[in-house]
């Protein structure tokens, strides 16, 4: 499999006379739920259920949030970490800032070694409708 890319016309917003454009773009193939993927993590192993499955998947989704808003980063091995990132306004001086000039935050998802070498090998395809 690989993954399908759309290709996109874009205007250069920094350059209002340079001609646009075009850019690939990743496009979803499908998508996979959390139960789904507890059925697929079942089946490869003879000693849980997707019902176990679930219940850690769930669990491990509680924990991070958890952990996430206490402004932990949350390793997860092979797998990868995640951790907040944050964006706000400048103040003129540190003594001037206050939290009220943060205005967003994100979840940040580092990969770990195996999602890294996928990301190296992965092929593309150019979609097809």
């Not at 019902?51 to 924990?63: I, P």
């Not at 540190?94 to 990969?111: G, M, R, V, Y």
Request: aromatic share 8%.
């Amino acid at each position: 499999m690989a993954v399908k890319y759309n290709i996109v016309e874009r205007k250069n917003l920094l350059d209002k006379e340079a001609k646009p454009k075009f850019y690939a773009s990743a496009k979803a193939d499908g998508e996979i739920s959390f139960r789904a993927l507890a059925k697929e993590i079942a089946t490869g192993s003879s000693t849980v259920s997707d019902t176990d499955v679930l219940a850690v998947l769930n669990d491990l989704t509680k924990v991070l949030v958890k952990h996430l808003s206490e402004g932990r980063i949350v390793r997860l091995g092979d797998f990868g970490s995640f951790r907040i990132t944050i964006s706000s306004e400048g103040a003129e001086s540190s003594e001037k800032f206050n939290p009220a000039l943060i205005k967003s935050n994100k979840i940040q998802f580092t990969p770990g070694v195996d999602l890294k070498e996928m990301q190296r090998v992965i092929k593309y395809e150019k979609y097809k409708k």
